[in-house]
Nanobody, 115 residues
Framework: QVQLMESGGGLVQPGGSLRLSCAASGSIFSRVTMGWYRQAPGKQREFLAHITSGGSTNYADSVKGRFTISRDNAKNTVYLQMNSLKSEDTAVYYC?????????WGQGTQVTVYS
């Protein structure tokens, strides 16, 4: 069983950067696809990026070129580097592990972009 803990959220001005981390417990981390999602107030949770066990990545159009997902299997951690942040990036950010029989979610970390 995998447990996930996000960190790194906070307050940032437009144009700024943050790096989110998601630490996973359990021995299967290196074998599962990991993803980042976010949910803004009053909106549905949306996909941002994922990275496979082999390191292949995919991004939502809304963050392509600004956000970068990476993983360190030795540290059981997945990262989301967020650059050129905009006010519309304000949301709770969640990581997700594609575990079976159902995915595992973290508790979320708040990112607020303010001017």
């Amino acid at each position: 069983q995998v447990q996930l803990m996000e960190s790194g959220g906070g307050l940032v001005q437009p144009g700024g950067s943050l790096r989110l981390s998601c630490a996973a417990s359990g021995s299967i981390f290196s074998r599962v696809t990991m993803g980042w999602y976010r949910q803004a107030p009053g909106k549905q949770r949306e996909f941002l990026a994922h990275i496979t066990s082999g390191g292949s990545t995919n991004y939502a159009d809304s963050v392509k070129g600004r956000f970068t997902i990476s993983r360190d299997n030795a540290k059981n951690t997945v990262y989301l580097q967020m650059n050129s942040l905009k006010s519309e990036d304000t949301a709770v950010y969640y990581c997700k592990a594609e575990t079976l029989p159902w995915p595992t979610w973290g508790q979320g970390t708040q990112v607020t972009v303010y001017s």
